[in-house]
């Protein structure tokens, strides 16, 4: 491992609450298929899962970005969906498709999944890319783990594949919530294993993506997207008290307060269309904010672009702020937009 202590890095300084130099930044899926470098890697892998699963190229697509750009993160490349791959769902990536999986819509196919003992051992390739990424990353570069909340892996595992409105999970939900209620507590128990896993492996934070919290109506957002967060945010608390957890509960609008006091997180990803100056006034004196520029505007790049995000630090750049997307970066954004976007930035003082 390199010299440099965790303590100095920009990034973990912000999420403690402590003044830092410059507003810290780094791009949710920074590391894809925008980028030339990653296309030819894709290409020599193989299958996505296969991308994800040898620690050479995993490793590799991870630091491409950080090369580039020299994000203040870097992130796992890895999927939110090998959680089910490794609990014995079969999981493909279809070109033009996405992921395609074998639902599973009631009990009797939910006890076929296998138990979360073993996990380790199953994805133990990811793991080993974490310990290689700690040790080629820069010293100030913080390492980020992650995983999928499981309400939003659950909409992937019921539906077999991403959906406009989860309506497949949400018919299980409204009719029979205490069977799904056994999917998620299985997600809760693996969500913390993957996790703990690959903070024992050196990621330093670990961020949460519940994609599809926003489809759930209040009931069921506190107990199946609120609850399952605070149980694995308070598991990783009492193993790993030091690593900083971040959330994601896109789409959460007004049940987003509830959400950070219901969970205790030290981060909170804001989506593209929350209000900066709403989260400033509501969330910002509790928690880090991070994000939240639309992923097309990097798309679009020029004087729109560079007014949105100076409207964004200029809000939150005065509290403990991370820059970030409000959603991934999609695979037709410029490159060129992106150097531009972390020199922005970089550039901007309070």
């Not at 609008?253 to 269309?273: E, K, V």
Request: hydrophobic letters at 45%.
């Amino acid at each position: 491992m390199k010299a440099a202590s965790a303590g100095g890095k920009r990034l973990l300084k912000a999420l403690r609450r402590e003044p830092v130099d410059q507003v810290p930044v780094w791009l949710m899926r920074q590391a894809g298929r925008y980028l030339p470098e990653y296309r030819k890697v894709r290409a020599e892998a193989g299958s996505f899962l296969d991308l994800c699963y040898t620690p050479d190229f995993a490793e590799e697509v991870t630091l491409q970005p950080i090369r580039r750009y020299g994000f203040d993160a870097s992130i796992l490349f890895s999927d939110i969906l090998v959680v089910p791959d490794a609990l014995g769902q079969p999981v493909a990536f279809k070109e033009g498709e996405g992921p395609v999986l074998e639902p599973i819509r009631n009990a009797g196919e939910l006890a076929k999944l296998k138990s979360v003992e073993g996990l380790r051992d199953r994805l133990a390739p990811v793991y080993e890319t974490v310990r290689r990424l700690r040790r080629s990353l820069p010293a100030e570069t913080t390492l980020i783990g992650f995983a999928g909340a499981p309400w939003t892996v659950a909409t992937y595992m019921v539906g077999g594949r991403g959906s406009p409105d989860q309506a497949a999970a949400k018919a299980w939900v409204y009719t029979a919530p205490d069977e799904f209620q056994k999917l998620i507590d299985l997600l809760v128990a693996a969500t913390i294993e993957h996790l703990s896993a690959q903070i024992e492996a050196g990621a330093e934070v670990v961020q949460i993506f519940d994609t599809w919290a926003g489809s759930l109506p209040e009931l069921s957002f506190r107990r199946f997207a609120m609850t399952p967060m605070a149980e694995i945010r308070t598991a990783l608390k009492q193993r790993y008290p030091a690593v900083p957890v971040i959330g994601f509960p896109r789409g959460a609008g007004p049940m987003t307060a509830a959400y950070l006091d219901a969970t205790g997180i030290d981060g909170l990803s804001l989506d593209t269309a929350m209000s900066p100056g709403w989260a400033r006034d509501r969330l910002q004196g509790t928690t880090c904010l991070q994000g939240n520029l639309d992923p097309l505007l990097l798309v679009a790049g020029g004087s729109e672009m560079q007014r949105q995000v100076r409207h964004i630090l200029d809000t939150l750049g005065h509290g403990p702020f991370i820059f970030n997307l409000g959603h991934g970066i999609v695979p037709q954004t410029p490159p060129d937009h992106v150097a531009e976007l972390v020199e922005l930035v970089r550039e901007w003082r309070p």
